[in-house]
Nanobody, 127 residues
């Protein structure tokens, strides 16, 4: 059983939008951190956004602030990443991850803080 299941990736033109979903399977949110990361082949994994499921505090990378928004639906054990005003440089495999809180109700965007990962969903943005 895969603990995190991502969906919603696809191909869009620059300026378009997508919504990624990450559903927890076999476990429930429990005041933990959920985050989205992305990775392009040959480059390091980049933290995109994180959310504290116990209160909704969010943390967005500077590169996506104002364009991407992370949100949660605890009743569905699902987090979302709304991608808007997409750029070709947003093309990547997007991964959902779960981890314990690192500083009270704040969630960082360092991948070593997250121990559970999904299989990824591909986002391709064409110019």
């Amino acid at each position: 059983q895969v603990p995190l299941v991502e969906s919603g990736g696809g191909s869009v033109q620059a300026g378009g939008s997508l919504r990624l979903s990450c559903a927890a399977s076999g476990w429930t949110f429990n005041s933990n951190c959920m985050a989205w990361f992305r990775q392009v082949p040959g480059k390091e994994r980049e933290g995109v956004a994180a959310i504290y499921t116990g209160g909704g505090n969010t943390n967005h990378a500077d590169s996506v602030k104002g364009r991407f928004t992370i949100s949660q639906d605890n009743a569905k054990n699902t987090v979302y990443l709304q991608l808007s005003s997409l750029k070709p440089e947003d093309t990547a495999m997007y991964y959902c991850a779960a981890g314990d809180t690192q500083a009270g109700s704040w969630c960082y965007l360092d991948d070593y803080d997250y121990g559970t990962w999904g299989q990824g969903t591909l986002v391709t943005v064409s110019s």
